[in-house]
């Protein structure tokens, strides 16, 4: 577990805090993307079961869950899969203008995936994810104040009709979280009161 968390880590981190991403795109997603080249201010691990996770018509089983959060407000939903095939098997829905709608629900519109894989061109030693545009939601029900979080469900499409599904249930433990560093709050309603 410890090092499933370590990786969905570095490989969150490597995917959207540096410009090496913006490299594997088309030019004008490069450049989309540079406008968001942000630095990982919180971040939060949860213990629990997947107890859906599709990618792509596949069913997965997943081995960690993390939200990370990005100075400039982007989030990032990242599931490391178990996939015994390959162990850099990672994919985060993400998106922007996520917001806290009541004190326990706190709601993403994601607008791309982004999927790691042992097979991607590497940056620094680890996965640059492929960044699939796409539309859909994710919610998740708990609080970052008290450490819980009781479940997250995300489902989106990409531009190639190719559907994400999760569904994830936390065990009870409470949720590991980090604040990297202080910065002002972008979500409507700070992940921390």
Same mark, same amino acid.
């Given at each position: 577990?410890?090092?499933?968390?370590?990786?969905?880590?570095?490989?969150?981190?490597?995917?959207?805090?540096?410009?090496?991403?913006?490299?594997?795109?088309?030019?004008?997603?490069?450049? /989309?993307?540079?406008?968001? /080249?942000?630095?990982?201010?919180?971040?939060?691990?949860?213990?629990?079961?997947?107890?859906?996770?599709?990618?792509?018509? #596949?069913?997965?089983?997943?081995?960690?869950?993390?939200?990370?959060?990005?100075?400039?407000?982007?989030?990032?939903?990242?599931?490391?899969?178990?996939?015994?095939?390959?162990?850099?098997?990672?994919?985060?829905?993400?998106?922007?203008?996520?917001?806290?709608?009541?004190?326990?629900?706190? +709601?993403?519109?994601?607008? #791309?995936?982004?999927?790691?894989?042992? /097979?991607?061109?590497?940056? /620094?030693? &680890?996965?640059?994810?492929?960044?699939?545009?796409?539309?859909?939601?994710?919610?998740?029900?708990?609080?970052?104040?008290?450490?819980?979080?009781?479940?997250?469900?995300?489902?989106?499409?990409?531009?190639?009709?190719?559907?994400? +599904? &999760?569904?994830?249930?936390? =065990?009870?433990?409470?949720?590991? &979280? #980090?604040?990297? #560093?202080?910065?002002?709050?972008?979500?409507?309603? =700070?992940?921390?009161?």
């Amino acid at each position: 577990m410890m090092r499933a968390c370590g990786l969905i880590l570095a490989v969150a981190l490597a995917g959207v805090a540096t410009p090496s991403v913006a490299q594997t795109l088309s030019p004008p997603a490069a450049a /989309d993307l540079e406008q968001h /080249d942000p630095d990982i201010d919180i971040y939060a691990l949860m213990s629990g079961k997947c107890t859906t996770l599709k990618i792509a018509g #596949r069913d997965f089983a997943c081995r960690a869950v993390g939200f990370f959060h990005s100075e400039k407000g982007r989030v990032n939903f990242a599931i490391a899969l178990d996939d015994p095939a390959d162990a850099s098997h990672i994919v985060s829905f993400s998106g922007e203008n996520g917001q806290r709608t009541q004190n326990y629900l706190y +709601e993403l519109p994601v607008d #791309r995936m982004l999927l790691s894989s042992k /097979d991607r061109p590497k940056a /620094d030693g &680890l996965p640059v994810p492929a960044v699939e545009f796409s539309a859909g939601y994710c919610k998740q029900l708990g609080n970052f104040a008290a450490r819980q979080v009781s479940s997250i469900s995300c489902a989106a499409t990409d531009k190639s009709g190719k559907k994400y +599904e &999760l569904q994830f249930q936390s =065990d009870g433990s409470p949720i590991t &979280l #980090r604040r990297v #560093r202080q910065t002002r709050p972008n979500i409507k309603g =700070d992940p921390f009161e």
